[in-house]
Nanobody, 115 residues
Framework: QVQLVESGGGLVQAGGSLRLSCATS????????MAWYRQAPGKQREPVAH???????SYADSVKGRFTISRDNAKSTVYLQMNNLNAEDTAVYYC?????????WGQGTRVTVSS
């Protein structure tokens, strides 16, 4: 069973930064892809960024240049560095993983950006 635990959310002022963490229950390399999604109030869950097993990254247009996805293989953790946050980034952020061992979602971590 895939287990993912997010942390790092909180309240931040517009223009500020946060770093989210997603700790996995096993090796990151057991997954083909790890991603961050977010769901704002009243909206559907949307993809934010992903990183493949080979290290290729991709970002939603709305966060390009502001967010960075990375990983620490030794810690089996994926990060989302979020800079220059604005009110539209307010959402619950979810980590997801897909691979031969299975797929899974974390419980989410809430990010609130005050203007």
């Amino acid at each position: 069973q895939v287990q993912l635990v997010e942390s790092g959310g909180g309240l931040v002022q517009a223009g500020g930064s946060l770093r989210l963490s997603c700790a996995t229950s096993g090796s990151i390399f057991s997954f083909n892809l790890m991603a961050w999604y977010r769901q704002a109030p009243g909206k559907q869950r949307e993809p934010v960024a992903h990183i493949t097993r080979e290290g290729t990254t991709s970002y939603a247009d709305s966060v390009k240049g502001r967010f960075t996805i990375s990983r620490d293989n030794a810690k089996s953790t994926v990060y989302l560095q979020m800079n220059n946050l604005n009110a539209e980034d307010t959402a619950v952020y979810y980590c997801s993983a897909r691979g031969p061992v299975g797929n899974g979602w974390g419980q989410g971590t809430r990010v609130t950006v005050s203007s």
